[in-house]
């Protein structure tokens, strides 16, 4: 497996972006206009980081302890190096409360995704988890490359396909009964048969590529990206290069921040292997969802992207 993931070229064109079908913040549908763009052929994977990490002796933030200024009234516990785990609840819960299923466990990490006891080994080629915003950034500087803006990463995601289409792959979640990406199977969050065998991520290019031969756009892991979070999409001009719509006076970065917080959200997108039909639609190239820069999971990944010239 290359040190870095292949990079393929994603022409300009012009979608929908968006949808009105599903969730508010998907709306209101507007057109876009993308510059052709390069984007890795799949999602970073363990074996990725691992190199970026042992050639620069990069520390991701769920390895680092939180600052007690910055969050005032937190244990000691809480205060040291970890991250979010996913843990299945014992049956149905209410869906309303993520904290039924998500726990924050010191020691998760990068190279313990599921805390202390856990392990990347054999797991090489599956997506890396527990990286921050700005880790992601940071591989990506150091790779040469940047990370996707959300109009670059939802047109890639269709792969050509046209946008009158709800998934990557038509209007059919599983077309002749087959599985397109790893989501969740079963009843959430405390019964998953597991995607074609893999309950968790699974080993990137599992599934299908998309007509831009890119793996994994939909499914496994949520995804970064270096737009700010809205309620609702600007559908001020874009033309997207540098992932920013025509509204240079307003500050982006408090706007997207959740009530109460000062810590900015970005776009995910793609969904995860987390994502069920009764809890999280997301498994769409419209869907998007709002995450805290500070915040890693085990659900949640990136791949980088890259400008090209603007006469390629």
């Given amino acids: 497996m290359p040190v870095t993931p292949t990079m393929l070229r994603v022409p300009a064109g012009e979608f929908l972006m968006g949808s009105d079908a599903f969730y508010a913040d998907e709306g209101p549908s507007h057109r876009v206009r993308v510059r052709a763009f390069e984007l890795d052929e799949r ?150 048969t597991g995607a074609n065998g893999w309950k968790g991520t699974s080993p990137v290019g599992t599934f299908p590529p998309n007509g831009y031969g890119l793996v994994d756009m939909i499914g496994n892991v949520w995804e970064w990206t270096r737009s700010y979070y809205s309620a609702r999409h600007d559908t001020g001009t874009h033309d997207r290069v540098s992932g920013c719509a025509c509204s240079p006076h307003r500050d982006k970065a408090a706007e997207s921040a959740e009530p109460g917080s000062g810590v900015p959200r970005r776009v995910l997108k793609g969904g995860s292997h987390l994502c069920a039909p009764e809890y999280c639609l997301r498994y769409r190239p419209a869907a998007r969802s709002p995450q805290a820069e500070d915040t890693a999971t085990s659900h949640i990944g990136f791949r980088c992207a890259r400008s090209l010239p603007a006469d390629q």
């Fill in 43 to 192: 999602p970073v994977t363990n074996a990725d980081f691992a190199v970026f990490v042992a050639a620069t002796g990069y520390l991701t933030v769920a390895e680092r302890p939180l600052d007690p200024a910055e969050y005032p009234g937190l244990s000691p516990r809480d205060l040291a190096p970890g991250g979010l785990v996913f843990t299945p609840s014992p049956g149905p819960v209410d869906l309303g409360d993520w904290r039924q299923w998500w726990r924050w466990v010191p020691g998760a990490c990068w190279q313990q995704p599921l805390g202390p006891g856990s392990s990347i080994e054999g797991r090489e080629d599956h997506p890396v988890v527990q990286v921050s915003f700005a880790d992601a950034g940071a591989y990506a500087g150091w790779a040469g490359k940047r990370l996707p803006d959300e109009a670059e990463w939802e047109f890639a995601a269709r792969g050509g396909l046209s946008d009158a289409f709800t998934y990557a792959w038509g209007n059919e979640a599983s077309p002749d009964g087959v599985l397109r990406a790893n989501t969740w199977q079963g009843r959430f969050p405390y019964l998953h």
